[in-house]
């Protein structure tokens, strides 16, 4: 497609200019494929990898051009934890494909390819292969994978280990996409079979299998010994302080082992040596800037950790290149530059005229949300071709076009649109998760990505297992609603659910919920009424009422909880009335310094990370006093939240307090503070019991003085008596293990500076009176990259589980946990372990040592000088380790959920995979409760179930424990979430000055019939459950992109949706214009249909009457509030049409745009 001429003569150098967008790889994919040697394209940082590595494969099609990744390890220089073994498992892919590599592109970050890597016989000579057939040497072949780094265990769950069963041999080779099973008959290999590392289970079968070695460099005896050697050449520190010592000694690879690779080798190589002979380079303009700021980072840091004599540190040229012998490696090479400004002419400069798609994005608050689109595709007369990131996306994006007369033919890739040219096809769609996409004026062509029709990056979404969810879905769901389980009609009290039935009514087929009432009656309730029914929740459902239709007895029981509920909304209220009334302080910082402080976080926000802190901000900066809960799972990022809000207060020359449960957690925030403060003349103190009487009180008196900008603190603050000078903000960190009476001092100092609140696990009432209106709630339900879950077990306390458990994680260089809760033995359960597990370096920690001893041991484990701590519930808040991935919980039973979750929280901060082992005795001597909270904890394994996990815990609890006793028979009365639906609507009707109608259903709704089937057939949706949770869904989609993404998702997960369900999302649609126009009946047949009004419609009576008088025949006004209507409609498309058409000239003039 386009005409490259490239010289690729060793040292010359290319000028591409006028790249921008996805041009850039497109112009790199066709010069690439044009080469029949390896290309490199070498970008500023790994995130750019990652998204030209898409874009690349998009270009290239071909199926024998391979695209070879060297990712980033994914940590900074001198981390003490290693890369994931993921991570690991491409680049000793990368390494070991590339010496032989033609016809192929390499894509490697510039930080990396500065690293100093393995001698380039390393890999080949640790590398073997097996087939079906050949002859297995059971010991060779563990002789082999231990020489090669792979751990034995006992299940293979990740890259690197290996498992013997009998004459089953389980192995996960690096660079291998799943694990492989080996099945021996007496010596032969019989077979050889993928499985899944999840459930176990084998797929296909396959006939050879090639083993890279599981590590970047060698861990048997002689490189161990030459390590040692090396070491003592290096540093002159005593070796016997020195843990990353101790562990080569012992063949431990510890965390962070990386960072001393040059002392495995005589001399180390770099990727430059593993490079084929035929080579060409590709690289952005500006790429050295890239690489003196990771040079000065590395030197920054090792100034920074080299000061610690336990972990002496190799200099920055040990361990990387620096910026000048990098450049005079790539000097050497045939290299184009690429720039997104015009090339100067020249010998080998070209300038392409690829530019950036032009603003062609979905407007909602237009009239006409393609119009932008439509205009574009006026004024171009090329080819385009759209891309959507999945089937189901495309499936909706299509029928999208049709709404502008675009109907696009689908092509199989970007080649099967070049190739489409000669055909009448102006407009095709293709299927592709590409950022950006591409606008060519010359060659008549343009790339549209679905990121950029709807504003926003919806490839964010790919790697995550389980889609964000918001507060409102993930409380009113009505999923998991068992047959027989009590449910809620507003109208007609407690009913019990016995599933989905199908009835014709007027000659359409609906789907209806079965509920069963008192005497065998029975209510048919149509999906579309799902905002009249509600979960029973929370307490004993075997003891919810079952009501009788057709008498008082629900209408009484609702009345008197509503009496009740109005009570307890305006004390609510009163509490935040008073701060609410007051004008507060408005905070100001300065743009320019925040975004700076901004800029010096080292990692990439997350989405929800991003929504918080500028939701906090915003706080601030207004002068309405902040009261913000920010709820984000454990390692999610709530820290630098507080962060940037510290940071605002202080710059307004206010004082900022962290209040924290625990010594330990102040302790560990003090060292991130100062550490993320270190640049700025900022002073960060802490009040704690790891400080003196005398330090405790120079710091108060600092403090009063105006000398402390940022104090950190236990519950000791709440009972000093401090007169701050400038207090302005407080963050309170882990609200629920605050006692009661230090809530009630927290309370007091509510009303007079701006609150953030952060947990991870909120305790009920804070969840609730979050959820309802009365503080503002900010989620981070969005993991960062890479973070995996924790593998949670529920095991029975034996000695074999215990052994296999710890040794599986220190034999991979990591620490473990394990909670014992009890002072008086924990002595004795330490040594037991140290004889169960010999390999171990063993310590305890617990609230009872003296302050000075339990600092020493936390910071011995967080400098790895020991690798299993035996502790007590004192690790549970806070301390972050990212070394120590697996936790083993003693007498789980005994734990409430909130303290479950935060324990297993302790593990997984870092991105390798991480386990929680809850040991329990058997399942006979627990009680039910204890049952149900190790059930809701196992389930709720996925990231940022904390959530999930709060609203468990309230209804194992029962609701009594919400707002006093006096409420639970309310609240059994009629149901735990009615009664806080109903408490939500009469908080906002007081906040808003309203009396609080709570006798009406909570949301009116709008009764939307089209005399057509509309439901989700159970052909093609069998599972009940998943059909009443999607009818739910449906039903609370508020936003036409909310109903577009609930589309993609069923059709994605469970294929093309069937004509009947396509009718339920046009019945949506109609009725999110319906309810935008006080609507609140639309009807429609095959002859015509009619619109019923509701009283507070926004719609003007004039424009009623104008459409009746322009056009009598077809319109006419009844009663006042029915607007009916005459046209043929037979079709399904008809109806549809017609109604939109009519419902877009109701909407009033200053809606339209």
Same mark, same amino acid.
């Given at each position: 497609?386009?005409?490259?001429?490239?010289?690729?003569?060793?040292?010359?150098?290319?000028?591409?200019?006028?790249?921008?967008?996805?041009?850039?790889?497109?112009? /790199?994919?066709?010069?690439?494929?044009?080469?029949?040697?390896?290309?490199?394209?070498?970008?500023?940082?790994?995130?750019?990898?990652?998204?030209?590595?898409?874009?690349?494969?998009?270009?290239?099609?071909?199926?024998?051009?391979?695209?070879?990744?060297?990712?980033?390890?994914?940590?900074?220089?001198?981390?003490?934890?290693?890369?994931?073994?993921?991570?690991?498992?491409?680049?000793? +892919?990368?390494?070991?494909?590339?010496?032989?590599?033609?016809?192929?592109?390499?894509?490697?970050?510039?930080?990396?390819?500065?690293?100093?890597?393995?001698?380039?016989?390393?890999?080949?000579?640790?590398?073997?292969?097996?087939?079906?057939?050949?002859?297995?040497?059971?010991?060779?072949?563990?002789?082999?994978?231990?020489?090669?780094?792979?751990?034995?265990?006992?299940?293979?769950?990740?890259?690197?280990?290996?498992?013997?069963?009998?004459?089953?041999?389980?192995?996960?080779?690096?660079?291998?996409?799943?694990?492989?099973?080996?099945?021996?008959?007496?010596?032969?290999?019989?077979?050889?079979?993928?499985?899944?590392?999840?459930?176990?289970?084998?797929?296909?079968?396959?006939?050879?299998?090639?083993?890279?070695?599981?590590?970047?460099?060698?861990?048997?005896?002689?490189?161990?010994?030459?390590?040692?050697?090396?070491?003592?050449?290096?540093?002159?520190?005593?070796?016997?302080?020195?843990?990353?010592?101790?562990?080569?000694?012992? %063949?431990?690879?510890?965390?962070?082992?990386?960072?001393?690779?040059?002392?495995?080798?005589?001399?180390?190589?770099?990727?430059?040596?593993?490079?084929?002979?035929?080579?060409?380079?590709?690289?952005?303009?500006?790429?050295?800037?890239?690489?003196?700021?990771?040079?000065?980072?590395?030197?920054?840091?090792?100034?920074?950790?080299?000061?610690?004599?336990?972990?002496?540190?190799?200099?920055?040229?040990?361990?990387?290149?620096?910026?000048?012998?990098?450049?005079?490696?790539?000097?050497?090479?045939?290299?184009?530059?690429?720039?997104?400004?015009?090339?100067?002419?020249?010998?080998?400069?070209?300038?392409?005229?690829?530019?950036?798609?032009?603003?062609?994005?979905?407007?909602?608050?237009?009239?006409?949300?393609?119009?932008?689109?439509?205009?574009?595709?006026?004024?171009?007369?090329?080819?385009?071709?759209?891309?959507?990131?999945?089937?189901?996306?495309?499936?909706?994006?299509?029928?999208?076009?049709?709404?502008?007369?675009?109907?696009?033919?689908?092509?199989?890739?970007?080649?099967?649109?070049?190739?489409?040219?000669?055909?009448?096809?102006?407009?095709?769609?293709?299927?592709?998760?590409?950022?950006?996409?591409?606008?060519?004026?010359?060659?008549?062509?343009?790339?549209?990505?679905?990121?950029?029709?709807?504003?926003?990056?919806?490839?964010?979404?790919?790697?995550?297992?389980?889609?964000?969810?918001?507060?409102?879905?993930?409380?009113?769901?009505?999923?998991?609603?068992?047959?027989?389980?009590?449910?809620?009609?507003?109208?007609?009290?407690?009913?019990?659910?016995?599933?989905?039935?199908?009835?014709?009514?007027?000659?359409?087929?609906?789907?209806?919920?079965?509920?069963?009432?008192?005497?065998?009656?029975?209510?048919?309730?149509?999906?579309?009424?799902?905002?009249?029914?509600?979960?029973?929740?929370?307490?004993?459902?075997?003891?919810?009422?079952?009501?009788?239709?057709?008498?008082?007895?629900?209408?009484?029981?609702?009345?008197?909880?509503?009496?009740?509920?109005?009570?307890?909304?305006?004390?609510?209220?009163?509490?935040?009335?008073?701060?609410?009334?007051?004008?507060?302080?408005?905070?100001?910082?300065?743009?320019?310094?925040?975004?700076?402080?901004?800029?010096?976080?080292?990692?990439?926000?997350?989405?929800?990370?991003?929504?918080?802190?500028?939701?906090?901000?915003?706080?601030?900066?207004?002068?309405?006093?902040?009261?913000?809960?920010?709820?984000?799972?454990?390692?999610?990022?709530?820290?630098?939240?507080?962060?940037?809000?510290?940071?605002?207060?202080?710059?307004?020359?206010?004082?900022?307090?962290?209040?924290?449960?625990?010594?330990?957690?102040?302790?560990?925030?003090?060292?991130?503070?100062?550490?993320?403060?270190?640049?700025?003349?900022?002073?960060?103190?802490?009040?704690?019991?790891?400080?003196?009487?005398?330090?405790?009180?120079?710091?108060?008196?600092?403090?009063?003085?105006?000398?402390?900008? /940022?104090?950190?603190?236990?519950?000791?603050?709440?009972?000093?008596?401090?007169?701050?000078?400038?207090?302005?903000?407080?963050? /309170?960190?882990?609200?629920?293990?605050?006692?009661?009476?230090?809530?009630?001092?927290?309370?007091?100092?509510?009303?007079?500076?701006?609150?953030?609140?952060?947990?991870?696990?909120?305790?009920?009432?804070?969840?609730?009176?979050?959820?309802?209106?009365?503080?503002?709630?900010?989620?981070?339900?969005?993991?960062?990259?890479?973070?995996?879950?924790?593998?949670?077990?529920?095991?029975?306390?034996?000695?074999?589980?215990?052994?296999?458990?710890?040794?599986?994680?220190?034999?991979?260089?990591? +620490?473990?946990?394990?909670?014992?809760?009890?002072?008086?033995?924990?002595?004795?359960?330490?040594?037991?372990?140290?004889?169960?597990?010999?390999?171990?370096?063993?310590?305890?920690?617990?609230? !009872?040592?003296?302050?000075?001893?339990?600092?020493?041991?936390?910071?011995?484990?967080?400098?790895?000088?020991?690798?299993?701590?035996?502790?007590?519930?004192?690790?549970?808040?806070?301390?972050?380790?990212?070394?120590?991935?697996?936790?083993?919980?003693?007498?789980?039973?005994?734990?409430?959920?909130?303290?479950?979750?935060?324990?297993?929280?302790?593990?997984?901060?870092?991105?390798?995979?991480?386990?929680?082992?809850?040991?329990?005795?058997?399942?006979?001597?627990?009680?039910?409760?204890?049952?149900?909270?190790?059930?809701?904890?196992?389930?709720?394994?996925?990231?940022?179930?904390?959530?999930?996990?709060?609203?468990?815990?309230?209804?194992?609890?029962?609701?009594?424990?919400?707002?006093?006793?006096?409420?639970?028979?309310?609240? +059994?009365?009629?149901?735990?979430?009615?009664?806080?639906?109903?408490?939500?609507?009469?908080?906002?009707?007081?906040?808003?000055?309203?009396?609080?109608?709570?006798?009406?259903?909570?949301?009116? %709704?709008?009764?939307?019939?089209?005399?057509?089937?509309?439901?989700?057939?159970?052909?093609?949706?069998?599972?009940?459950?998943?059909?009443?949770?999607?009818?739910?869904?449906?039903?609370?989609?508020?936003?036409?992109?909310?109903?577009?993404?609930?589309?993609?998702?069923?059709?994605?997960?469970?294929?093309?949706?069937?004509?009947?369900?396509?009718?339920?999302?046009?019945?949506?649609?109609?009725?999110?214009?319906?309810?935008?126009?006080?609507?609140?009946?639309?009807?429609?047949?095959?002859?015509?249909?009619?619109?019923?009004?509701?009283?507070?419609?926004?719609?003007?009576?004039?424009?009623?009457?104008?459409?009746? !008088?322009?056009?009598?025949?077809?319109?006419?006004?009844?009663?006042?509030?029915?607007?009916?209507?005459?046209?043929?409609?037979?079709?399904?498309?008809?109806?549809?049409?017609?109604?939109?058409?009519?419902?877009?000239?109701?909407?009033?003039?200053?809606?339209?745009?």
């Amino acid at each position: 497609m386009l005409d490259l001429g490239i010289s690729a003569k060793p040292g010359d150098k290319n000028h591409w200019g006028e790249l921008q967008a996805a041009g850039r790889a497109l112009a /790199i994919a066709e010069a690439a494929q044009q080469f029949d040697g390896l290309s490199i394209l070498i970008t500023e940082t790994a995130r750019e990898a990652a998204a030209q590595s898409r874009a690349l494969a998009f270009f290239s099609a071909e199926q024998d051009f391979p695209i070879l990744n060297f990712p980033d390890w994914e940590t900074l220089p001198y981390d003490i934890f290693s890369p994931h073994q993921d991570i690991v498992s491409a680049r000793l +892919q990368t390494l070991s494909n590339l010496p032989n590599a033609q016809h192929a592109l390499l894509i490697v970050p510039l930080p990396t390819l500065m690293h100093r890597l393995a001698p380039t016989d390393f890999i080949a000579s640790r590398t073997f292969a097996y087939e079906v057939g050949e002859l297995l040497d059971r010991d060779e072949l563990q002789q082999q994978l231990s020489r090669a780094g792979y751990n034995r265990v006992d299940t293979v769950y990740e890259h690197g280990e290996y498992a013997f069963r009998g004459s089953l041999i389980d192995i996960y080779p690096m660079g291998a996409v799943q694990p492989f099973r080996i099945d021996l008959l007496d010596d032969e290999i019989e077979s050889l079979r993928l499985f899944d590392s999840e459930s176990q289970r084998t797929s296909e079968n396959v006939t050879e299998i090639e083993l890279l070695p599981a590590r970047e460099f060698p861990l048997d005896k002689q490189a161990c010994n030459q390590f040692l050697n090396n070491w003592h050449t290096h540093f002159d520190k005593d070796p016997a302080k020195c843990p990353v010592y101790r562990d080569i000694k012992d %063949g431990i690879a510890p965390q962070g082992i990386e960072y001393y690779l040059s002392l495995f080798f005589d001399e180390t190589a770099t990727l430059f040596d593993y490079l084929p002979e035929k080579v060409q380079l590709f690289s952005h303009v500006g790429i050295e800037d890239a690489a003196l700021a990771f040079w000065q980072d590395s030197n920054a840091r090792y100034a920074e950790y080299g000061v610690d004599p336990t972990r002496p540190i190799l200099s920055p040229k040990e361990l990387f290149l620096g910026v000048e012998e990098v450049f005079q490696q790539i000097k050497k090479l045939p290299r184009t530059e690429i720039d997104r400004q015009p090339a100067k002419a020249g010998a080998g400069s070209i300038n392409f005229n690829l530019r950036a798609v032009p603003d062609v994005a979905v407007n909602s608050k237009l009239g006409n949300p393609l119009s932008t689109l439509q205009e574009f595709i006026e004024r171009f007369d090329g080819r385009v071709l759209f891309c959507a990131e999945s089937a189901g996306r495309r499936e909706v994006l299509a029928g999208f076009l049709k709404k502008i007369n675009i109907v696009a033919t689908e092509v199989e890739n970007w080649q099967g649109f070049i190739n489409s040219s000669g055909s009448n096809n102006r407009f095709s769609v293709t299927t592709y998760p590409i950022d950006q996409g591409v606008y060519s004026p010359d060659q008549g062509i343009c790339l549209i990505t679905e990121g950029e029709l709807f504003g926003q990056q919806v490839m964010q979404r790919r790697r995550r297992s389980k889609a964000s969810e918001s507060p409102d879905h993930i409380f009113k769901s009505l999923a998991e609603l068992q047959h027989g389980a009590p449910v809620v009609h507003m109208d007609h009290g407690v009913g019990r659910f016995q599933g989905l039935v199908t009835l014709e009514v007027d000659k359409s087929v609906q789907e209806f919920l079965m509920l069963v009432y008192a005497n065998d009656a029975k209510l048919y309730v149509p999906v579309s009424s799902l905002h009249l029914i509600s979960r029973f929740g929370g307490g004993d459902q075997s003891m919810a009422p079952l009501h009788k239709l057709g008498t008082d007895k629900w209408s009484k029981a609702k009345e008197k909880a509503a009496k009740q509920i109005r009570d307890t909304a305006a004390e609510l209220l009163d509490i935040y009335a008073r701060r609410a009334a007051r004008k507060g302080f408005a905070f100001n910082d300065n743009e320019e310094d925040y975004r700076k402080f901004s800029g010096e976080f080292p990692f990439e926000e997350t989405a929800d990370q991003l929504e918080a802190i500028d939701a906090v901000r915003r706080d601030l900066l207004s002068p309405q006093p902040m009261d913000r809960l920010v709820c984000g799972d454990v390692g999610f990022g709530k820290t630098e939240v507080a962060m940037r809000a510290a940071f605002t207060a202080v710059s307004s020359s206010k004082q900022v307090v962290i209040l924290v449960p625990t010594t330990l957690l102040a302790h560990q925030h003090l060292q991130n503070f100062r550490d993320r403060f270190a640049n700025w003349p900022i002073k960060v103190e802490e009040l704690s019991r790891f400080r003196t009487s005398q330090e405790q009180d120079q710091v108060i008196a600092d403090t009063e003085s105006g000398k402390v900008d /940022i104090l950190i603190s236990t519950h000791k603050l709440l009972h000093a008596k401090i007169d701050f000078e400038r207090l302005g903000l407080l963050i /309170i960190d882990e609200e629920h293990r605050f006692g009661v009476r230090q809530k009630d001092k927290i309370k007091s100092m509510r009303s007079s500076v701006d609150i953030l609140t952060m947990t991870a696990t909120p305790i009920p009432r804070t969840l609730n009176l979050s959820m309802h209106a009365v503080r503002d709630l900010s989620i981070i339900a969005t993991p960062p990259a890479r973070r995996l879950s924790v593998k949670t077990f529920i095991r029975q306390r034996e000695d074999r589980v215990t052994r296999e458990a710890i040794l599986r994680e220190i034999l991979r260089g990591g +620490q473990v946990y394990f909670l014992h809760n009890d002072v008086k033995n924990i002595q004795r359960t330490a040594d037991e372990l140290a004889l169960l597990v010999p390999e171990a370096r063993i310590n305890i920690a617990h609230g !009872q040592m003296r302050e000075r001893q339990l600092e020493q041991v936390m910071s011995d484990f967080y400098h790895q000088r020991f690798n299993v701590l035996v502790c007590t519930t004192i690790i549970e808040t806070g301390i972050d380790i990212p070394s120590a991935n697996t936790i083993l919980i003693e007498r789980a039973d005994k734990f409430g959920l909130a303290q479950l979750h935060q324990l297993r929280g302790r593990v997984g901060r870092s991105h390798h995979q991480a386990y929680a082992y809850l040991l329990t005795p058997p399942p006979k001597t627990m009680t039910s409760d204890a049952l149900k909270r190790l059930e809701a904890i196992s389930a709720a394994d996925h990231l940022g179930s904390g959530f999930t996990l709060a609203t468990n815990d309230l209804e194992i609890r029962g609701a009594g424990e919400l707002l006093g006793e006096e409420q639970s028979g309310h609240i +059994q009365a009629i149901g735990f979430t009615l009664y806080l639906e109903m408490l939500e609507r009469a908080v906002n009707a007081i906040k808003n000055g309203k009396q609080a109608e709570l006798g009406s259903a909570l949301d009116q %709704g709008i009764e939307v019939n089209l005399h057509l089937p509309a439901l989700i057939p159970d052909d093609y949706l069998p599972d009940v459950n998943m059909r009443l949770t999607l009818y739910k869904r449906l039903a609370n989609c508020q936003t036409e992109r909310d109903l577009y993404e609930l589309q993609v998702e069923m059709i994605d997960r469970f294929g093309l949706l069937p004509e009947p369900a396509k009718m339920l999302f046009e019945l949506a649609k109609l009725r999110q214009m319906g309810e935008r126009l006080g609507l609140i009946k639309i009807e429609a047949g095959p002859n015509g249909g009619r619109l019923k009004f509701s009283a507070s419609t926004p719609v003007e009576p004039m424009t009623i009457i104008e459409m009746v !008088q322009k056009r009598p025949g077809t319109f006419r006004l009844q009663n006042n509030d029915q607007l009916s209507f005459t046209t043929e409609m037979e079709t399904a498309e008809e109806r549809v049409d017609k109604l939109t058409f009519i419902l877009d000239q109701l909407i009033p003039a200053e809606n339209a745009n």
